[in-house]
């Protein structure tokens, strides 16, 4: 078939060169949705939103900076007479743009969870402008500004070969990741419990707004290998759909890499397509093989990095390579490259969320050095006319793999020192300024335990006070302009001091925590101590000090990202949704006890009622086999269905499904004193309402494919849930007197049924029941629902007095 394959007319090639280079183009595009879903399936929940906003801003950023490098480097072959129809350029430009975003966005998953947006924002444009497009141009072409260090002639007939970018993509993505992570430190663990856990309040979010760095230091990861394997737990669903979106998307990478639609090209595309996929699925199969040999256990999130892996080890040889050696090289890629590289930067304390450090910088080091040891299938190359310049070069008899590999080596130390040393002042720089701020925290600390005794023996004119005021205010000016907030003005109060200190003390607390509060680790590194402290000693650094490398602690424990001082529009949304939420949550939990555990007694007792009637023909058997209470899903199907006149039928109607129940369960403790207030409803209901209980939504079902959140226990049809500090809110609500009648109604038909069953002579004493010890446990639930009755009842009637008062006010009216 390739010695048959009909050429394709050259007046054709212009425009099949140019869909196939857009076609390609997009499925490299179509990849930042796999990096997204594959970086969002690996931080923690509270962190999703933030890194698909870095996703989305790395990839706009990335095309305006790698714009910027293009049109200045027109401009200069333009003034060197060497400028090309710009039309036909647009392209592969785009091409371009996609390769440079690839290796960008490298970053946001190894810096996930900590980064800053200002940060980050700025590492993408000096990417995107500078680092990536230099060395593209170095090894692509013999124009760029480092193509000597690629195409030099220290190796005769031997030069730097990557053919879609191993190396200068993915190993300098990498890299870049490494030394940026390593100046931002370890993600911190949250308190324990944190609101990921299921059945946690939402109540511990609030452990976060005072985030200030205890004694004994952040406890993070890799401090404990319990600790981490709790809190830090992948969504693998979104892991493999992130990794099926980048293989398919690794297609156009390497496939579009050939830029040209000929005979020869295509058939050249076809074999790095094949070459891709063998070295993936051998990727996939070496750290199965790991996990199966290694961790004896299967993670799914392992073998979906390996087959990456298997794929960034093959993109620099893929065209060169046969298919034994690319299902090799991607078979060492995911068994011992891969697996090493991951282990290497744990023990080195980097934490890298999704192990992007080790796929792209690891594995894409691998494959640029296995270019020295491949050649391809010259004979079938021979058949085609050579095929493409780079093949014929490694058929060539005087072609040697041992100058080969010098020349990758070289080429591959180029492209280390370039990105590192522009990735090291990039992000030092901010890791100065946020060093250099973070020295303000003595002053802020002292001047907040002072205030603190404001009133209880200390004046506002206490000369201790005041020096500790002017001397913050000349030190810092963050805390001059807290203090300008309240009237401060040069030495002083402008004019009376305030009134309420605790007003200051919480504004400065707030910004030592949001602005002065640091999680970097570098503040160990002597060096970096004392270059932040010169520049703090620069006044005209002050204002440059507002630039942070990560975000306040109190902002990556809740998930807030870079939020304002006083936590700004985002985090005050997010806490009134985590109050919502609480309210929706704490108040009905003693109801909601209360309710299941007499369900699942009626249950039981059913259970024991249809298998002591089994096989008797008696009246009371016969009594037994009818009555019952349908299972809570069971009721929540059929509700919608009934009419209201069936209420009382349904409240004794036959269940099937309760034979699968359990025991009898320990009856709870009693839930603590609640306080009842009434709520406002968008429908009234009446305490003698003849509705049924699915039909008024108390306890309902939920689908697993229903979409919309399961109304409350008190109803879906509640507008608000009002909470009130110091104590569990319980709103008043007829429906509960529904629900314990008709509980009430059918245990006392089932236990006058067991004591007649119970009696019969034909029944033995192993199979006859204890009624006293379910009628202790009904006693026991019954006593805590009518005292809670109660309770709403006498509420009820306060509220009523309290609304009819309210009303005779004009002023409230």
Known sequence: LVATAPAIGTELDPGLTIAWILLCSFLVISMQLGFAMFEVGSVRHVHRMTILAKNIMDSVVSCLGYWLYVEVQAEVQSHAGGAMNDLLQRPYRLFGWAFCATSVTICSGAMAERAHMTAYVCYALVMSAIMYPVLADSAWTTTG??????????????????????????????????????????RILRPSPFPDSPGVSFDNCQVVEDAVAPPEGWTRRFSS???????????VYLQVIGMLTLWVGWYGFNAGSTFCMDRVCGITASVVAWNTTLAACAGGVGTYIFCFCGKKNLDVGLICNGILGGLVSVTA????????????????????????????TKTMWLD?????????????LLGVLAVGFCKPDCVSLAAIGGGMPAQKRFCDPEFS???????????????????????????????????????????????????AEVGDGRAWDDPELIATLQDGARRSGLFRRVLSWHGWAGAGFSATAPEDASALRSDLHQARTYKIETGLEVSRWCLCRKAARVLHMCCPAWDFTHLRLRIAPCSELSGLGAADMDGGQLAALV???????????????????????????????DVVLRALSRGRTTEAAKMARKIGLPSVPEQGERGARRSSQDAGHQAVSGSDQAQAAQQ?????????????????????????????????????????LEETPPPSVVGARNSAICASAGGNVAPYSPLAADLTSQLLAVMQAQQGLLVALSRTPSVSDDAVPEPTIIGQQQQHLLTSAIQMLMAQQDAQVRVSASSSTTSTSPRRA
């Open 575 to 605: 806490h009134r949704i985590i109050d919502t939420q609480r309210d929706r949550s704490t108040p009905h939990s003693p109801l909601r006890d209360e309710v299941r555990q007499l369900s699942q007694i009626v249950r039981n007792q």
């Open 145 to 186: 500004l480092l193509s000597s260090e690629f195409h030099g002639d220290w190796l005769p007939g031997h030069r730097y070969h990557d053919f879609a970018g191993s190396g200068v993509v993915h190993f300098v993505g990498g890299t870049a990741a490494a030394v940026g992570n390593a100046f931002l430190g370890r």
């Open 401 to 451: 793999q041992v100058l080969q590999f010098g020349a990758q080596a070289r080429g591959l130390f180029t492209e280390l020192w370039w990105t590192a040393g522009l990735s090291v002042p990039l992000w030092g720089i901010f890791s100065l300024c946020e060093l250099s701020r973070a020295m303000e925290q003595p002053i802020f600390a002292a001047a907040e335990s002072m205030l």
């Open 664 to 704: 009898p369960a320990a009856p709870a403790p009693l839930p603590p004193p609640v306080r009842l207030q009434q709520v406002e409803r968008s429908e009234s209901f009446s305490s003698g309402t003849s509705r049924t209980i699915s039909e008024m939504a108390v306890i309902s079902p939920r689908s697993a």
């Open 352 to 364: 890298d969320p999704v192990d992007a450090i080790a796929v792209h910088a690891g594995c894409g």
């Open 317 to 344: 040889c893929c065209d060169i390579a046969t298919e034994f050696q690319a299902a090799m090289i991607g078979f060492i890629a995911g068994l011992i490259m891969y697996p090493l590289c991951s282990r290497l």
């Open 225 to 235: 290998d319990s600790e981490d394997s709790r809190e830090f737990k992948p969504v």
